[in-house]
């Protein structure tokens, strides 16, 4: 995904790789504490630790979905303005069919008329 393009497939592999090593320095610092404290008797330190954990979890992902939602709003008027020019299209396909570079998109979680790269 640049400015020039959306590319939903780009955009989920933007994603993955930052949640993935997210995830996983948390599951590695989880379990060095979770050890560490069964070993030492100190078990009521993980209860606590994972209430920590729990919230700062909760406010990194707040933080990451505030800043991609803020790039959805701005990319789904632009989606709409290509559909809008496209819908002006007098040219044909072979078979007669328009041309559809980006087409509306129902269903699942998204609102009718929203819209989606195919």
């Given amino acids: 995904m640049n400015a020039q393009r959306w590319d939903q497939q780009g955009l989920g592999r933007a994603l993955e790789q ?3 090593d997210a995830a996983n320095a948390l599951a590695s610092s989880l379990t ?11 078990t009521s330190d993980v209860e606590a630790r994972a209430d920590t954990v729990d919230q700062s979890v909760d406010k990194e992902m707040d933080a990451r979905s505030g800043k991609l939602d803020a790039r959805v709003k701005a990319v789904c008027p632009r989606l709409q303005a290509l559909d809008r020019l496209q819908q002006q299209f007098r040219f044909r396909l072979a078979d007669g069919s328009p041309l559809k570079l980006i087409v509306p998109e129902a269903g699942r979680d998204k609102p009718a008329g929203q819209l989606a790269a195919r």
């Fill in 18 to 20: 930052p949640m993935t």
């Fill in 32 to 42: 060095r504490h979770v050890l560490w404290s069964v070993l030492t008797g100190r």
